[in-house]
């Protein structure tokens, strides 16, 4: 690997573990311990990150965080990736025809985000994940659907930079997590019971990624129910509309991606100016 690519490699890195941690930040030694680079290593890269406005770190604090460049560069390309003006209409159809809770997730980074949902009748009413929800890759049916179909190679990193935030015998250890995904690859879809909450009932989701033209998971659509409906051929049907839906968003995604041809607002105002000069 060629020493540029080896740097570039060491700064999206450390971008994904800051992505991880809360607006708070995270310190000096959190990076190190996350990425295990050393201190001069971690220091040497924060510093770069922060120089170009990519990282931030507060006045007053030890703490770094995703800097004001990364917004700048999210607003250019929001247009190509806003999944949730997207898969509104699925959630809402989604939603009134089960009247369950729909869900919609992205990657980011290391995570999961919740980026939308919507409420069906039958909603239970302590589901824990709630909008702008960020769950680690593989905690939850709607990030476990995610992370499935990722290459090997990006499933390995995820897992071990995940294992230092998951308890190693959970239900969610990075060895449960990788067993479960073997499943839902073969299955091409994510299921999961969760037990009951004290005072509640168990709760089930089913989850299926939504695919960009490269067959790379890139959001995922999810429902989650009180254990008790996802009984008999209630799952099959759920699978059925998720499926429906998400390949209905994949090919609107796909289409949005390859319109790129109309003239922006700021070329016909120049061309405007420039035909009045030549006018006169």
Known sequence: MSLGLHSVRKAALVLRILATFSPRGASLAEVCESSDFPKATAHRILA??????????????????????????????SMMFDFRDLAASSLQRISAETGELALLGIRSGYDALCLDRREGINTPPDVLIQLMDRWPLGVGVFSLALLAFLPDDEISEVLAYNERRLRPKSQFSADQIAQSLR???????????????????????????????????????????????????????????????????????????????EEESWQRAIDNASGKRLQH
């Open 48 to 77: 770069a990150l922060v120089a170009e406005r990519l990282v931030e770190r507060p006045e007053g604090t030890r703490l770094y965080r995703l800097g004001p460049e990364l917004f700048a560069f999210g607003t250019g390309i």
């Open 183 to 261: 499943k839902v690859r073969k299955d091409g879809y994510a299921y999961l019971t969760f037990p009951a909450l004290p005072g509640s009932e168990p709760k089930a989701g089913v989850a299926l990624p939504i695919f960009d033209t490269r067959h790379r998971p890139i959001a995922s659509l999810c429902i989650i129910v009180h254990e008790r409906r996802m009984r008999g051929d209630a799952l099959q049907r759920s699978v059925a509309l998720l499926k429906r839906e998400t390949e209905l968003i994949a090919d609107q995604h796909a289409t949005r991606q390859l319109d790129g041809s």
